[in-house]
């Protein structure tokens, strides 16, 4: 591997075990299968390519051992020519740590057999939002039957339905003592109803046993599945989240397979059907949008009555995931944060490392209170 291209210097810690494997990177790009601290900066020649490969060195897979120290935040220096962009100083976050409550939280979803979309979406922000014990639980299995142009979640033969699910995902809520969970899912094509069932199951479960919990439902699109979404908007989920991802006209490269019209449609009957629920979508900057296209967005998601908007970084899961066009300063998300508030949303969530459930309980109790002045103000 050595004079391939790339140099890689990662400061205090360095997540360095089994490099044979990187001169062939996966599809996931999960070069390193575990992580141990070093003492110093560690200098380390990867293949080419390698920071277009994985947002944050990828060190986290299914199989991690836990660090000794906490770590400290990641530098990254790039040589690499033409190959690859070199990271600006917004985009940094630190290396999941060893804190007790990380550690417990990996632990307890490990034990219960239960995905999640930090994992599998190579999350930049899992270190954080772990050692809060907060976790995104994906349910459905861990594999696709879509094949989105930025998404790193596998695709392939789905995983049966299992159905004692739902009471692991309830399980894992209560022992985490989650005062908000998001549920998410994989797209499967290949059921009647799309998966929908399982939500309300999961819902259900979570209701009988953490009652004070609030319960955020991402959901991929259901499409061509009629009634779908009406379906679980009817089990009364305190927030129906569908993200449109991106503008129409990138749609046949980065979401194939979806339809733009359908997954607003969705989000108006989830918001005709139960009008007390909250809803929301999330689209990313960095894959060609253009200004007009992203404002374009917006308004229609203010027509399908969205209340809460995120808008965050696309970052380049792998050399094979679509590429990323730019990096969007923070003062741009900033902008984009004014001008959603101006069009009427509740909720705007808008920064370089914005995703769908980054403090998602945090942002349903600002949801709730931006609700509350609206009722006073509009009293």
């Given at each position: 591997m050595a004079g391939s291209g790339i140099n890689i210097t990662v400061n205090s810690l360095d997540y360095i075990d089994k490099l044979d494997r990187l001169s062939g990177l996966s599809e996931r790009a999960s070069g390193f299968e575990r992580y141990h601290a070093r003492r110093g900066p560690v200098r380390v020649p990867l293949p080419t390519g390698f920071i277009t490969n994985g947002p944050f060195l990828r060190p986290w897979s299914r199989d991690l051992e836990p660090m000794t120290s906490e770590p400290e935040?990641?530098?990254?220096?790039?040589?690499?020519?033409?190959?690859?962009?070199?990271?600006?100083?917004?985009?940094?976050v630190r290396a999941p740590g060893t804190s007790p409550a990380y550690t417990e939280t990996r632990e307890l979803?490990?034990?219960?057999?239960?995905?999640?979309?930090?994992?599998?979406?190579?999350?930049?922000?899992?270190?954080?939002?772990?050692?809060?014990?907060?976790?995104?639980?994906?349910?459905?299995?861990?594999?696709?039957?879509?094949?989105?142009?930025?998404?790193?979640?596998?695709?392939g033969r789905p995983d049966r339905v299992d159905p004692d699910e739902p009471d692991r995902v309830a399980d894992a809520?209560?022992?985490?003592?989650?005062?908000?969970?998001?549920?998410?899912?994989?797209?499967?094509?290949?059921l009647e109803d799309g998966g929908a069932g399982q939500f309300v199951a999961c819902t259900e479960a979570?209701?009988?046993?953490?009652?004070?919990?609030?319960?955020?439902?991402l959901t991929p699109d259901f499409l061509r599945k009629p009634g779908a979404a009406l379906l679980v908007a009817a089990a009364r989920p305190?927030?129906?989240?569908?993200?449109?991802?991106?503008v129409p006209r990138l749609y046949p490269r980065a979401r194939r397979g979806a339809d733009y019209r359908a997954s607003l449609d969705l989000l108006t009957a989830a918001k005709a059907a139960e009008p007390v629920i909250f809803t929301k979508s999330g689209i990313m900057l960095g894959l060609g949008e253009e200004h007009d296209e992203v404002l374009a967005v917006l308004d229609d998601m203010r027509a399908a009555d969205?209340?809460?908007?995120?808008?965050?970084?696309?970052?380049?899961?792998?050399?094979?995931h679509l590429p990323m066009s730019r990096y969007a300063p923070p003062q741009e998300f900033e902008e984009w944060a004014e001008i959603a508030r101006a069009k009427g949303f509740?909720?705007?969530?808008?920064?370089?490392?914005?995703?769908?459930?980054?403090?998602?309980?945090r942002d349903?109790?600002?949801?709730?209170?931006?609700?509350r002045e609206l009722a006073l103000g509009s009293a």
């Open positions: 935040a990641i530098t990254i220096s790039v040589d690499a020519g033409r190959t690859a962009q070199r990271r600006p100083p917004w985009i940094k979803l490990r034990g219960l057999e239960l995905n999640t979309v930090c994992e599998e979406a190579a999350c930049p922000n899992i270190g954080e939002c772990w050692s809060r014990k907060h976790a995104t639980l994906m349910i459905l299995g861990s594999v696709c039957t879509r094949k989105c142009g930025f998404c790193n979640v596998k695709t809520v209560r022992r985490l003592a989650l005062k908000h969970v998001v549920i998410t899912s994989v797209d499967r094509d290949d979570i209701r009988a046993k953490s009652p004070e919990t609030t319960i955020e439902v305190d927030v129906y989240n569908h993200n449109l991802e991106t969205v209340d809460f908007v995120t808008i965050g970084q696309y970052l380049r899961p792998t050399q094979k509740l909720m705007v969530a808008s920064s370089p490392l914005t995703r769908s459930s980054y403090h998602a309980d349903f109790e600002k949801l709730l209170a931006a609700r």
